[in-house]
């Protein structure tokens, strides 16, 4: 079972996402059974933030001075989810990116919210798109 500590710096958040851990609780109790983690409890921390923090996060951790949608730290360079209780790492997602256009309605903005954080669980998990196979193997998990 997968639990998710969520943490908000950006009010902004609040307006359009009301309920945030239970939101994405449910979003990782309807993953794939190979994701959900049966009989073992895998945690990770989610902090909803902002173009401005990001960017500095994304400066000082790996050296490119610009935000962006995402950000995902493995706790672990190798993920092996072996104990009962695993602790994957922290994602970081930015208000900015995902509510534009301003006007896109609420339906597209979860969406975009629900990809975006698939893609930075599956970096948690190992996964990344440096190379191009590995860039196909990504998007294919992401579709699941």
Same mark, same amino acid.
């Given at each position: 079972?997968?639990?998710?500590? !969520? +943490?908000?710096?950006?009010?902004?958040?609040?307006?359009?996402?009301?309920?945030?851990?239970?939101?994405?609780?449910?979003?990782?109790?309807?993953?794939?059974?190979?994701?959900? +983690?049966?009989?073992? /409890? !895998? #945690?990770?921390?989610?902090?909803?933030?902002?173009?401005?923090?990001?960017?500095?996060?994304?400066?000082?951790?790996?050296?490119?001075?610009? #935000?962006?949608?995402?950000? #995902?730290?493995?706790?672990?360079?190798?993920?092996?989810?072996?104990?009962?209780? #695993?602790?994957?790492?922290?994602?970081?997602?930015?208000?900015?990116?995902?509510?534009?256009?301003?006007?896109?309605?609420?339906? +597209?903005?979860? /969406?975009?919210?629900?990809?975006?954080?698939?893609?930075? +669980?599956?970096?948690?998990?190992?996964?990344?798109? !440096?190379?191009?196979?590995?860039?196909?193997?990504?998007?294919?998990? /992401?579709?699941?």
């Amino acid at each position: 079972m997968i639990s998710i500590n !969520v +943490f908000s710096e950006e009010r902004a958040w609040s307006k359009r996402l009301k309920k945030k851990e239970l939101f994405f609780n449910q979003l990782c109790k309807a993953f794939p059974k190979k994701y959900k +983690f049966l009989n073992k /409890e !895998v #945690s990770l921390s989610l902090l909803l933030s902002n173009n401005k923090k990001i960017k500095r996060l994304n400066k000082n951790f790996r050296n490119k001075n610009k #935000s962006t949608d995402i950000l #995902s730290f493995p706790f672990n360079e190798k993920i092996k989810i072996i104990k009962k209780k #695993s602790y994957i790492g922290d994602i970081i997602i930015s208000y900015n990116y995902i509510d534009n256009p301003k006007s896109q309605k609420f339906q +597209f903005f979860k /969406e975009k919210l629900i990809k975006t954080f698939i893609h930075g +669980f599956l970096h948690l998990l190992g996964f990344n798109h !440096v190379k191009n196979k590995d860039y196909k193997k990504m998007l294919k998990e /992401e579709e699941l």
